[in-house]
């Protein structure tokens, strides 16, 4: 059964960090474009970072200098680091890769 299954979220002030974890099962992380989406309040969902197989990465202009995806091959799990956080980046964070979906985490950031 293919699973990709996020956690990490959760309430943070301004200026804090939060790691999300996303576990694959049934697929390899290794051989897909794995990308984080979020989906604010009212908002489309949209891309927030993406990484390729071979390591390139790509960025919202929101949050540039702020986010880091990466992915760790031998524990099959995609991670998206989220520094400086702002009231703006709170939403629901869905893993992706390929035509995989993951449930979505929360992430709230107020004060």
């Known amino acids: 059964q293919v699973q990709l299954v996020e956690s990490g979220g959760g309430l943070v002030q301004p200026g804090g960090s939060l790691r999300l974890s996303c576990a694959a099962s049934?697929?390899?992380?290794?051989?897909?474009?794995m990308a984080w989406y979020r989906q604010g309040p009212g908002k489309q969902r949209e891309l927030v970072a993406s990484?390729?197989?071979?390591?390139?990465?790509n960025y919202a202009d929101s949050v540039k200098g702020r986010f880091t995806i990466s992915r760790d091959n031998a524990k099959n799990t995609g991670y998206l680091q989220m520094n400086s956080l702002k009231p703006e980046d709170t939403g629901v964070y869905y893993c992706n890769a390929g035509r995989c979906w993951g449930q979505g985490t929360q992430v709230t950031v107020s004060s």
């Open positions: 990484r390729t197989s071979g390591g390139i990465t």
């Open positions: 049934g697929i390899s992380l290794s051989i897909y474009v």
